[in-house]
């Protein structure tokens, strides 16, 4: 099993810019990738980024140039730098995790994002 944890939600102006961290607990041994899901009130979930133990990344393209996603040295940490936040960027960030063939398997319980004036 691996525990997710977030942190780093809250509520910023558009234009502005947040970081998400995501601590992962357990067998972090039996790690491939690790990710950002987002739900907005009345969407369907949606991936945002993802990040391979290898570096390999993968981004939505409503947030490609605007988020960067990475991981500490340990591969035990997975950040979501968010720059110019867009109100449509408003939603519930789900950091995920999982091995070899089933990225997401394992959630964090997820923190709130909004950007609002």
């Known amino acids: 099993q691996v525990q997710l944890v977030e942190s780093g939600g809250g509520l910023v102006q558009p234009g502005g810019s947040l970081r998400l961290s995501c601590a992962a607990s357990?067998?972090?041994?039996?790690?491939?990738?690790m990710g950002w899901y987002r739900q907005a009130p009345g969407k369907q979930r949606e991936l945002v980024a993802a990040?391979?133990?290898?570096?390999?990344?993968h981004y939505a393209d409503s947030v490609k140039g605007r988020f960067t996603i990475s991981t500490d040295n340990a591969k035990s940490t997975v950040f979501l730098q968010l720059n110019s936040l867009k109100p449509e960027d408003t939603a519930v960030y789900y950091c995920?995790?999982?091995?070899?063939?089933?990225?997401?398997?394992?959630w964090g319980q997820g923190t709130q994002v909004t950007v609002s004036s």
């Open positions: 995920t995790a999982g091995p070899p063939g089933v990225p997401s398997r394992f």
């Open positions: 357990g067998s972090i041994f039996s790690i491939h990738v």
């Open positions: 990040i391979t133990i290898s570096g390999d990344t």
